[in-house]
Each structure stands twice: as C-alpha cells, then as structure tokens.
C-alpha cells in the first residue's frame, strides 16, 4: 500500500473567506474523486481550523501500487480538482511511502 500525503499553503494575502471557499471547494471536489477514479483506495481532506498555522490543507490517501498514484496524479478529473487552488496556492509539500 502506497499512502500520498499532500500539505497546502495558501497565499497570506488572500482573505480568510475566500480561503475558507476555496478550501471547501478544493475538499468537496477531492472527496468525489473516488467515485471517478478507481485505483484510489481512500481519500480524506482535513481543512486546518487553526489560522495561524503554516499550512491550510492536508489530503491524504492511499493507492495499491505507486503506479496507481501516477494514474490518479495525471487523471483529468484529478488535475481539475487541483486547479481550484490555483489562484490561492503558495506552496506544496507531498510525502509518498510504502507500506
């Protein structure tokens, strides 16, 4: 088993109610990603309810094989998703490790 765990930032200059729509908008399109693409095993989106840590967003899942990741890391519905955080995003942090 392959667990991905991704970590976002959002930009500081963007409004707490724009980033709290934003991150909804990004966990609501994550979390129906499954019924779409079938090598994910389980998805979960945790939204930070502390402002004034580092990062927003935290997404974790898992997948059977590292193959499966890069099918679901380029899946069109996948990119789409991601492309909600693309006016907002400042950085990224991902860890990949087998089980």
């Not at 995003?89 to 089980?99: M, N």
């Amino acid at each position: 088993m392959v667990k991905h765990i991704v970590l976002f930032k959002l930009k500081d200059e963007v409004s707490a109610e724009e980033k709290w729509a934003v991150m909804t908008k990004f966990k609501e399109a994550i979390e129906a990603l499954p019924a779409k693409i079938s090598v994910i095993r389980k998805v979960e989106v945790g939204l930070n309810m502390n402002p004034g840590e580092t990062w927003n967003i935290a997404l974790y899942s898992e997948f059977d094989t590292l193959e499966d990741v890069k099918y679901y890391a380029m899946h069109p519905d996948h990119v789409a998703a991601g492309k909600i955080l693309a006016e907002t995003k400042e950085s990224r942090a991902c860890v990949d490790y087998e089980l």
